[in-house]
């Protein structure tokens, strides 16, 4: 019994510090391997490609040629795979998806990997590569980084030419999303972004930059003059 009050009086207590200290400060939190291998082996995820999902899906793929024709991408946080379906129907030169969950790496390995698709079980805020790619994805994963500003400059350095790929990124609009976002505009500006709602209300952001120019706009870009 006293074991089970002080584990709840823990994660009573970082609840509280996340909320009140570090939330406001733009960082990000992760439930944790565990969680996140039990709920991707329990099927908790298996709706993502409903309805209601698929158009902040189908718009991040869409996007990917306007940041580069034939890119090779990196997937941050690629779950089961949902998102390779939809770039797939874009094209790509190859693939490398991320993610903290083993079992959702396994899942994606199952039902997608070829020879340019492939999947790592990794930990976002740790993994470091000697790869380089033209475009670099966070579709709903960022703020689950410690550091999620900081951490999107930490991968930016893995584009091959700035100048000819770029970021994509799609948060949904729940916790401290708007804070984080202003810290990643402070330091790149978006050379489109859409946000889309479904029919549960749920809305995401979608975002693309490139790391070139001021604060970060392509030169020559919609964005660059104005």
Same mark, same amino acid.
């Given at each position: 019994?006293?074991?089970?009050?002080?584990?709840?009086?823990?994660?009573?207590?970082?609840?509280?510090?996340?909320?009140?200290?570090?939330?406001?400060?733009?960082?990000?939190?992760?439930?944790?391997?565990?969680?996140?291998?039990?709920?991707?082996?329990?099927?908790?995820?298996?709706?993502?490609?409903?309805?209601?999902?698929?158009?902040?899906? %189908?718009? /991040?793929?869409? &996007? $990917?040629? #306007? !940041?580069?024709?034939?890119?090779?991408?990196?997937?941050?946080?690629?779950?089961?795979?949902?998102?390779?379906?939809?770039?797939?129907?874009?094209?790509?030169?190859?693939?490398?998806?991320?993610?903290?969950?083993?079992?959702?790496?396994?899942?994606?390995?199952?039902?997608?990997?070829?020879?340019?698709?492939?999947?790592?079980?990794?930990?976002?805020?740790?993994?470091?590569?000697?790869?380089?790619?033209?475009?670099?994805?966070?579709?709903?994963?960022?703020?689950?980084?410690?550091?999620?500003? %900081?951490? /999107?400059?930490? &991968? $930016?350095? #893995? !584009?091959?030419?700035?100048?000819?790929?770029?970021?994509?990124?799609?948060?949904?609009?729940?916790?401290?999303?708007?804070?984080?976002?202003?810290?990643?505009?402070?330091?790149?500006?978006?050379?489109?972004?859409?946000?889309?709602?479904?029919?549960?209300?749920?809305?995401?952001?979608?975002?693309?930059?490139?790391?070139?120019?001021?604060?970060?706009?392509?030169?020559?870009?919609?964005?660059?003059?104005?």
């Amino acid at each position: 019994m006293n074991q089970q009050i002080s584990r709840f009086v823990s994660k009573a207590v970082a609840k509280l510090r996340y909320d009140f200290w570090d939330a406001p400060r733009g960082r990000g939190r992760s439930p944790g391997k565990d969680l996140w291998d039990d709920q991707f082996r329990s099927g908790s995820w298996n709706g993502l490609g409903v309805a209601g999902e698929v158009a902040h899906y %189908a718009i /991040l793929a869409a &996007y $990917a040629p #306007y !940041l580069h024709p034939s890119p090779d991408i990196l997937d941050v946080g690629c779950g089961q795979g949902e998102l390779v379906k939809h770039l797939k129907l874009r094209g790509f030169n190859s693939y490398l998806g991320i993610d903290l969950s083993s079992e959702a790496v396994q899942q994606a390995a199952a039902s997608h990997a070829c020879e340019k698709i492939h999947f790592v079980s990794a930990n976002l805020d740790s993994w470091t590569t000697e790869q380089t790619f033209d475009l670099i994805i966070f579709n709903e994963s960022l703020y689950y980084s410690r550091e999620p500003a %900081a951490t /999107l400059e930490r &991968y $930016a350095t #893995y !584009l091959r030419a700035p100048a000819e790929g770029g970021l994509l990124i799609s948060m949904c609009e729940y916790g401290n999303h708007e804070i984080i976002w202003r810290q990643i505009e402070k330091k790149y500006s978006p050379v489109f972004s859409t946000r889309v709602e479904n029919e549960n209300a749920q809305a995401w952001n979608i975002k693309g930059f490139k790391t070139t120019g001021p604060r970060g706009c392509a030169q020559g870009s919609p964005m660059a003059s104005s």
